[in-house]
């Protein structure tokens, strides 16, 4: 523990590039299949970009381009972005008991904006105290896979086989299986829940009561409700703490 | 589309707040049982309402999408990286359509 606080700052630096780095390549795949959503939504590479650079979020961003295709409100915005990234309260939650106590404050917010659902568990899996530096060199290679993924998603969309474009538009989904699925494979809970919420998400979409709401704002709705009821029949069992 | 940078701007401060609040705030761990247990879950079901049935909308061929699906379940159960997975799905899009479509 000793040797571990006193690396230096150019360790540490260069072990947050290290350890980004292959996040950024799969996030400069994964974020392709988000520019062709971002496109469909009208989006063009620049607000793409910059969609990237500050939710940096696959789910969150995906909200966006979803509630901007239906034409929905800044408000239907906001919560959807908040229910959609909730988990990231958990995980920042988390992470506020890893700091040293002689951590500025200024730390402990950038540290919480480069907070994703990768970048935290490379953070989580560190002993010792947040090492800020760490978490900067890390977010920055990511980021600019993700980002500049997200550009040449939007660009290349255009000149892609139809072929190709619908083979990397389930990407996006294929990152979704990969976040809950391992979770469902340990709590029996968390399968039940994702089967129940695949068959109230199927109904939704084609029940005809459902048919002048938006898929957003389904999302909402279903989300609360079936976390809700989960939270209140099921509560969590704290084994959550041991990491 | 100039208010796209108004949507942006909606997501970017709102992803921010939840990113940034709770480090900022707590120095002890939630005590509430159903909000923590809420929070917990909301992350599977928003992820598993907004894939399903979406991904069988978002191929040329429905079936194509319901085998990514299950390929892409199936590989993520057993702990396959978020980059494979995702690999998996696409090639698996791809190679039906080759005889679906």
Known sequence: MKSFESKSNKQVFIEGIRDGFPIALGYLAVAFSLGIIARKSNFNPIQGFINSVLNHASAGEYAVYTVVAAGAGYVEMAIMTLVVNARYMLMSTALSQKFSSKTSMLHRILVGFTVTD?????????PGHIKPLYNYAAFLIAVLGWSFGTAFGIIAGELMPIRLVSAFSVALYGMFLACI???ARNHRIVTVLII???????????????????SGTKTIILTVVIASVAAIIFPHPEVEDDD | MTNTYIYILV?????????????????????????????????????????????????????SGILALVSGTVAAWFNMSLFKVACICCAVVFISELILV
């Open chain 2, 11 to 63: 997501a970017g401060i709102v992803s921010t707040i939840v990113r940034v609040l709770p480090v900022t705030l707590f120095t002890k761990p939630i005590k509430s049982r159903f909000i923590r247990s809420f929070l917990y879950y909301v992350p599977y079901v928003t992820l598993a309402v907004m894939t399903f049935p979406a991904i069988i909308d978002a191929t040329q061929s429905k079936i």
């Open chain 1, 196 to 214: 129940i919420s695949f068959i109230l998400s199927f109904i939704a979409s084609k029940a005809s009561i459902f048919s002048g709401i938006s």
């Open chain 1, 118 to 126: 990768e970048l935290f568990a490379i953070t989580i899996k560190r």
């Open chain 1, 181 to 183: 699925m391992p979770e």
